[in-house]
């Protein structure tokens, strides 16, 4: 009896851990309709981790931009909210999933990363805004 508990709580306890692990620090592709989708309902941190300059070209509306190439990377990142969900794009997906690990081992909650990056955002026809 004493051994089918201890097996009964070593599988629960596994079981409870697995789960908590694909809770936190989960990154998530996802397409334009589903970013979109996540805009419009959650309270997110939108961050577009290309150059300023790739930024002239246009870019998604309220969108922040951390260069992921620029040398405060690691400081500017640590602006954002860990506790809140954060959608990352970059020109076709390399860039910000590179970003999304980082941000995983930073210990940030939730990551999204726009699937194609801008690229896809702009075949699909949604808006992007221009520079003033």
């Known amino acids: 009896m004493k051994s089918l508990l201890l097996i009964f709580f070593v599988v629960t306890a ?7 692990n694909d809770l936190e620090g989960e990154i998530k592709l996802v397409t334009p309709e589903e ?5 419009e309902l959650e309270d997110v941190q939108l961050v577009d981790v290309r150059t300023e300059q ?8 309220n969108s922040q931009n951390i ?3 620029s040398p405060t990377f690691e400081k500017d990142i640590e602006k954002l909210d860990k506790t809140k969900p954060v959608i ?3 020109q076709s997906g390399g860039r910000s999933k590179k970003c999304a690990e980082k941000l995983k081992d930073a210990g940030f909650v939730m990551i999204y990363d726009l699937k194609g990056g801008i690229t896809q955002w702009r075949f699909k026809d949604y808006f992007i805004e221009m520079p003033n």
């Open 67 to 69: 260069d992921f190439n």
């Open 14 to 20: 596994s079981f409870l851990t697995s789960c908590k």
């Open 88 to 90: 990352l794009y970059c």
């Open 54 to 61: 790739e930024r002239v070209d246009g870019f998604i509306k």
């Open 35 to 39: 970013m979109q989708d996540l805009m």
